[in-house]
C-alpha cells in the first residue's frame, strides 16, 4: 500500500512544519513535497496493474474451471462408453453416463459462476480500493495545497489599499 505511506508522509511534512510566528502558518519544503507527489505519480499505475492481475487471475480461474470441465466430461464419456460395452448393463450405463456428464456440466457451470463471482467480487474491491485511495490521495492534496497557498500568502509582501482589493476579488475568483 505504498499511496498511503506516501499521502503519510505528506501529513507528516504538513504536521511538522515549521510554524510563523503570530500566524501559526506552516512551512513546508517544496522540493521535498514535490518529490513525494513524484512518488505517488509512479505508485498510482502500480496500483491500477495490481488490479490487472487481479483481472488476469479470474481469467485463469475461469481458464482452469473451464479444462477442470472438459476433462471431468470426456472423463464421464470414457466411462459411460466403457459401461455401453458391458452388455447386461446397457441401459443402467447410458443412464449413469448421462447422470454422470449432467453432474459434471453443472459442476463445471457452478464453478464458472463461483469463479466470476470471485472475479467480479476482487474486481469491485480493487476498483472501491483504488477510488478511496484517489479520494484520499486528492483529500491530502487539497489539505496540502490549502496549507502551501496560506503559507505563500502569509509571506507575500503587503500592497497597498488599492491593490488589496484587486488581490481579494483574485482570490475569491480562484
Same mark, same amino acid.
Given at each position: 500500500?505504498?499511496? &498511503?505511506?506516501?499521502?503519510?508522509? &505528506?501529513?507528516?511534512?504538513?504536521?511538522?512544519?515549521?510554524r510563523?510566528?503570530?500566524?501559526?502558518?506552516?512551512m513546508?519544503? @517544496?522540493?521535498?513535497?514535490?518529490?513525494?507527489?513524484?512518488?505517488?505519480?509512479?505508485?498510482?499505475?502500480?496500483?491500477?496493474?495490481?488490479?490487472?492481475?487481479?483481472?488476469?487471475?479470474?481469467?485463469?480461474?475461469?481458464?482452469?474451471?473451464?479444462?477442470? @470441465?472438459?476433462?471431468?466430461?470426456?472423463?464421464?464419456?470414457q466411462?459411460?462408453?466403457?459401461?455401453?460395452?458391458?452388455?447386461?448393463?446397457?441401459?443402467?450405463?447410458?443412464?449413469?453416463?448421462?447422470?454422470?456428464?449432467?453432474?459434471?456440466?453443472?459442476?463445471?457451470?457452478?464453478?464458472?459462476?463461483?469463479?466470476?463471482?470471485?472475479?467480479?467480487?476482487?474486481?469491485?474491491?480493487?476498483?472501491?480500493?483504488?477510488?478511496a485511495?484517489l479520494?484520499?490521495?486528492?483529500?491530502?492534496?487539497?489539505k496540502?495545497?490549502?496549507?502551501?497557498?496560506?503559507?505563500?500568502? @502569509? &509571506?507575500?509582501?503587503?500592497?497597498?489599499?488599492?491593490?488589496?482589493?484587486?488581490?481579494?476579488?483574485?482570490? @475569491?475568483?480562484?
Open positions: 500500500m505504498e499511496i &498511503l505511506e506516501l499521502i503519510n508522509k &505528506l501529513e507528516n511534512m504538513a504536521s511538522h512544519a515549521k510563523m510566528p503570530i500566524t501559526g502558518m506552516a513546508v519544503d @517544496a522540493e521535498r513535497l514535490l518529490d513525494v507527489i513524484d512518488q505517488l505519480r509512479l505508485a498510482i499505475p502500480r496500483n491500477i496493474s495490481e488490479a490487472s492481475e487481479v483481472l488476469e487471475r479470474r481469467e485463469q480461474i475461469i481458464n482452469q474451471t473451464m479444462l477442470d @470441465a472438459r476433462r471431468i466430461r470426456n472423463t464421464a464419456e466411462d459411460s462408453r466403457a459401461l455401453v460395452e458391458e452388455s447386461e448393463l446397457i441401459k443402467s450405463a447410458r443412464k449413469r453416463g448421462e447422470e454422470i456428464v449432467a453432474e459434471a456440466e453443472q459442476k463445471a457451470q457452478r464453478l464458472i459462476q463461483a469463479g466470476e463471482q470471485e472475479a467480479r467480487r476482487r474486481r469491485a474491491g480493487a476498483d472501491e480500493y483504488a477510488r485511495s479520494d484520499e490521495l486528492e483529500g491530502q492534496i487539497a496540502l495545497l490549502e496549507t502551501v497557498q496560506a503559507g505563500q500568502r @502569509a &509571506l507575500a509582501p503587503r500592497e497597498p489599499k488599492d491593490h488589496k482589493d484587486h488581490l481579494d476579488r483574485l482570490a @475569491a475568483a480562484s
